[in-house]
């Protein structure tokens, strides 16, 4: 695993069954990194169907929200 940055930094690009376009749409956001994606709050031990099926919504109200907070 690449270590990026800060220590213990995971890069997106090396977590297992996360895609190119995820990690596309999230870079556009600023995220690069697993820990920064924690501290967002990522859902965690689920599948992505899952999450997608009752979290969805949330998911996306939330990061709505801190899309305005940078336009601000």
């Known amino acids: 695993m690449q270590i990026t940055g800060k220590a213990n930094s995971v890069s ?5 069954n996360f ?3 995820s990690r596309q749409m999230l870079a556009q956001e600023g995220i690069h990194t ?3 994606l924690r501290e967002l709050g990522a859902v965690s031990g689920r599948h992505w169907r899952d999450v997608a099926k009752h979290d969805r919504l949330r998911l996306l109200l939330e990061l709505e929200d801190i899309e305005n907070e940078y336009e601000r």
């Open 12 to 16: 997106l690009a090396d977590l297992p």
């Open 34 to 36: 697993l820990e920064q």
């Open 19 to 21: 895609g190119h376009k």
